[in-house]
Antibody
Framework: EVQLVQSGAEVKKPGESLEISCEASGYIFSNYWVAWVRQMPGKGLEWMGVIYPDDSDTRYSPSLQGHVTISADRSISTTFLQWNRLEASDTATYYC???????????????WGQGSTVTVS | DIQLTQSPSFLSASVGDRVIITCRASQDISSYLAWYQQKPGKAPKLLIY???TLQSGVPSRFSGSRSATEFILTISSLQPEDFATYYCQQLNSYPRTFGQGTKVEIK
């Protein structure tokens, strides 16, 4: 079964650092882009960035670049989302999702993690 | 960045109703658009990719279409399990923006 399993809920203080994870199984990890999506309380989905684990090619949303870092470790089939200095506005649920390729340039996020809730207060 | 504008933001409908949700892109994105369904407290679920291709396992009452930069998600006969929030997403370019969502509630 293809699945993404995320790390658990976190409660942190402003200024602290944090890394959350997303472990893939059931498919060849290196061959698929993995994206991170933010959902602030009561709000919509916001695309944060994506990484291709095979070569760590990474793209970020301009609004978040410099505030978060996305990385991957192929040896453990895991993608990470990291903050060096959290802010209260980082309070949200974070989802990882596999970006599948369907041919002719078409992609979509077909497998999602269960979400990791981060509270900064 | 490409902007996606969904309409309506909220709709109230009854079981058996035909529901139409529109997503308009700020520029040409060809057919590089996907639709997702999200229920409260759950991760989003892929419904449609490439504007009109149904993801495996998704009921056939869901369909998608495109006319230029306007995309439509249709639910032909709303079922109790369809009450949720729906999002479109463009995958033409980075950043891969989402629409603001359409919440479908029970009338």
């Amino acid at each position: 079964e293809v699945q993404l399993v995320q790390s658990g809920a976190e409660v942190k203080k402003p200024g602290e650092s944090l890394e959350i994870s997303c472990e893939a199984s059931g498919y060849i990890f290196s061959n698929y882009w993995v994206a991170w999506v933010r959902q602030m309380p009561g709000k919509g989905l916001e695309w944060m960035g994506v990484i291709y684990p095979d070569d760590s090619d990474t793209r970020y949303s301009p609004s978040l670049q410099g505030h978060v870092t996305i990385s991957a470790d192929r040896s453990i089939s895991t993608t990470f989302l990291q903050w060096n200095r959290l802010e209260a506005s980082d309070t949200a649920t974070y989802y990882c999702a596999r970006q599948n390729y369907y041919g002719s340039g078409h992609f979509a996020m077909d497998v999602w993690g269960q979400g990791s809730t981060v509270t900064v207060s | 960045d490409i902007q996606l504008t969904q309409s309506p933001s909220f709709l109230s409908a009854s079981v058996g109703d035909r529901v139409i949700i529109t997503c308009r892109a700020s520029q040409d994105i060809s057919s590089y658009l996907a639709w997702y369904q999200q229920k409260p407290g759950k991760a989003p679920k892929l419904l449609i990719y490439a504007a009109s291709t149904l993801q495996s396992g998704v009921p056939s009452r869901f369909s998608g279409s495109r006319s230029a930069t306007e995309f439509i998600l249709t639910i032909s006969s709303l079922q109790p399990e369809d009450f949720a929030t729906y999002y479109c997403q463009q995958l033409n370019s980075y950043p891969r923006t989402f629409g603001q969502g359409t919440k479908v509630e029970i009338k």
